[in-house]
């Protein structure tokens, strides 16, 4: 049943236009180099091991 949910989740998330058109926009950022890592902006590295 949870497996249900979390599809139908998804299918009306992206039945929604609005969040479908930022995740291209952010996919285009991406593939320009238009992107810029924790460090840079906020000045302190992430530790993403868990």
Known sequence: MNK???DRET???LADAEPVKSLKR???D???GRI???KAV???KV???G
């Open 26 to 28: 952010a996919e285009a």
């Open 11 to 13: 299918l009306e998330i």
């Open 36 to 38: 810029h890592s924790h």
């Open 47 to 49: 530790n993403h091991n």
């Open 4 to 6: 249900m949910n979390e």
């Open 30 to 32: 991406i593939e320009a």
């Open 42 to 44: 906020f000045g302190i």
